[in-house]
């Protein structure tokens, strides 16, 4: 499904590896944790995966197709950013729509029922509560039915009391749809919600740990 080979990269201007031969696979439906120090690379892992960073050397190939220089749009991976990145001009209805082909209306309505917010289409981010948002832009991001789903800290905006029932839903969801996600996160108790974990430090993988 997913594979990285020998993946390295670096910024420009400057001469430090931030990803050092990386490799790693995944199989259709599995859930990976990235977790390691700040700095470390993990969300530069997420940056080459998602086609908006190329590597130096190494491939990245998703369904048996070398995708290491495709655009993004081509890669058909969706995200989910730590901020969640919703349109605070647009509704919810609009922000599931966005990068959707053709018909729209009823795949927007059946994500809504998917994430629990029938009835919220016409409210705009600034009326919903921080769970609630991150519903809308799991939404969004699972819209367009992508191989791969990408998750940046996604938990760390929530309060600890939403954050517990959010991270089941989440993940409930992602397990229902058969979605490949790699998730970064700082958090023990949401990589325990993971397949498998890897620890990234320095650029390169240090440990594996299979949990299902």
Known sequence: MLSLNQISFKY??????????VSLELNEGEILAIVGPSGGGKSTLLRVLSGLEHPMKGEVVINNKDVTYEK??????????????????????????????GSQKDRVNEMLQLVDLEGYNKRYPHELSGGQQQRVALARAIAPSPHILLLDEPFSNLDTELLTKIRDELFGIIK????????????????????????????QIKETKVLK
């Open 176 to 203: 229902s749809m058969n979605i490949t996600t790699i998730m970064v996160t700082h958090n023990e108790e949401d990589a325990l919600h993971s397949d498998k974990i890897i620890r990234i430090e320095s650029g």
């Open 12 to 21: 420009k201007n400057n001469n430090e590896l931030i990803l050092d031969d």
């Open 72 to 101: 993004p749009e081509k890669r058909a991976i969706g995200m989910l950013f730590q901020d969640y990145a919703l349109f605070p001009h647009m509704t919810v209805e609009k922000n599931i729509a966005y990068g959707l082909k």
